[in-house]
């Protein structure tokens, strides 16, 4: 039962319902949506603004995992779809507590924070193998309101942040990108090949690999060069012509072979982002390691599995991180040591312009998209609009 008045709360609420799989019509606003209330354990926060992940767009069009490209399918690592519909989606959520449900001190009322996506399957703080999340197997933040587990609710009362480059920080972007790096066990000194550098994970991995005291090597337009510079990358390397990629990660290192590849990128590139770890063996001091988070680039790989077992090549995928390492990213975050890379907001009614946006998105972009509920937006999305709005 919410220890705040129930008349204080809205009976409804805006929403945009994921309505089923396919195209950009499935997306539906609604303004009548039944608002949440916190159960014993959860608070309920006002949403002020949410990031937008391409993992948006692969679940509304049903692309996770299939070899067959015409199939369409859920993500369903428990064993069964838990996406159901109508879903509000939305994981990289920031907003403030206005409720909060049996066991929860009233005190948490007023709080602003950032939410943890995950839906763990157990208590387990160091490990997360049935991976699933708000805005997938629960209703997440592209609404007004949502209603959350206590604990994975974060306060981050750090003011230079406005709520917007909060939910630009997200755990989607961020605890995946820091789950790379933990997985392959990153070192200070190492060198690291960040692909597709500059969206939200790839700009999340170049800060991470700088606090950690690695050395990030981002893969890149050169148009973005200036700005992944900024954040910390030790230089930018334009895929550009295929067959002299690795001679351009070479030039940039000055000749010593990349510790440790964080591929977001699959397709045909991923043999020639091995290559990059294999070509003087005699000059590493560790086991070249792939750690991959996406495909953009493409799902079928073309690799001759006697390079991975004679080079001792070390694989790694990974979705989601754990416990642990979302309370470490709260710390830095909290403290200002990882900066947000927030591209452009858009109205909540809006998503569908969004979506477009993202997928069309040209040579600026650099960062994330949120989403901002319109009830918010003057406040909290207006002043970082593409363009002038009221």
């Not at 926060?45 to 692969?58: F, G, M, Y």
């Not at 049996?102 to 009322?109: D, H």
């Amino acid at each position: 039962m919410s220890q705040t008045a129930p008349e204080l709360l809205p009976d409804t609420m805006a929403a945009m319902l994921l309505t089923g799989h396919g195209g950009l019509d499935r997306l539906v606003y609604r303004e009548d949506v039944p608002t949440p209330r916190p159960g014993p354990g959860e608070v309920l926060v006002r949403v002020t603004a949410t990031a937008k992940n391409n993992t948006d767009r692969k679940a509304r069009e049903g692309l996770y995992p299939t070899k067959d490209k015409g199939e369409v399918t859920s993500f369903a690592m428990g064993g069964s779809p838990t996406l159901t519909f109508p879903r509000i989606q939305g994981a990289d959520v920031a907003g403030r507590v206005v409720a909060v449900g049996e066991g929860v001190p009233a005190s948490r009322i007023g709080e602003r924070g950032l939410l943890d996506f995950n839906l763990y399957p157990d208590d387990r703080r160091d490990l997360n193998l049935v991976p699933d999340y708000y805005g997938h197997g629960a209703d997440g933040g592209f609404a007004e309101y949502i209603a959350v587990p206590a604990d994975q609710f974060h306060h981050v009362p750090n003011p230079r942040l406005a709520d917007a480059e909060l939910a630009a920080m997200g755990m989607c972007s961020y605890q995946t990108a820091y789950h790379m790096i933990t997985s392959a066990r990153v070192a200070s000194g190492e060198r690291v090949l960040v692909t597709g550098a500059s969206g939200g994970v790839g700009t999340a991995l170049i800060q991470l690999c700088r606090i950690v005291g690695a050395i990030p090597y981002a893969v890149s337009q050169p148009d973005k060069a200036d700005a992944l510079l900024a954040l910390g990358a030790e230089a930018v390397i334009d895929r550009g012509d295929l067959p002299t990629f690795v001679d351009r990660v070479l030039e940039a290192t000055t000749g010593a072979p990349i510790d440790a590849v964080m591929d977001l990128v699959g397709g045909e590139m991923t043999d020639r982002f091995i290559d990059t770890m294999i070509v003087d063996m005699a000059r590493r001091a560790s086991y070249p390691r792939l750690s991959i988070a996406g495909a953009s680039g493409g799902n079928l790989s073309e690799i001759m599995w006697t390079r991975i077992y004679l080079y001792q090549v070390q694989i790694f995928g990974v979705s989601h991180g754990t416990r642990e390492e979302a309370e470490q990213l709260v710390e830095w975050i909290r403290s200002g040591q990882l900066r947000p890379v927030l591209h452009a907001a858009f109205r909540l009614s809006e998503l569908r312009d969004a979506e477009r946006y993202f997928v069309n998105r040209g040579s600026n972009y650099l960062g994330k998209i949120v989403i901002v509920p319109d009830a918010e937006w003057s406040e909290h999305g207006a002043p970082f609009a593409l363009t002038p709005r009221a």
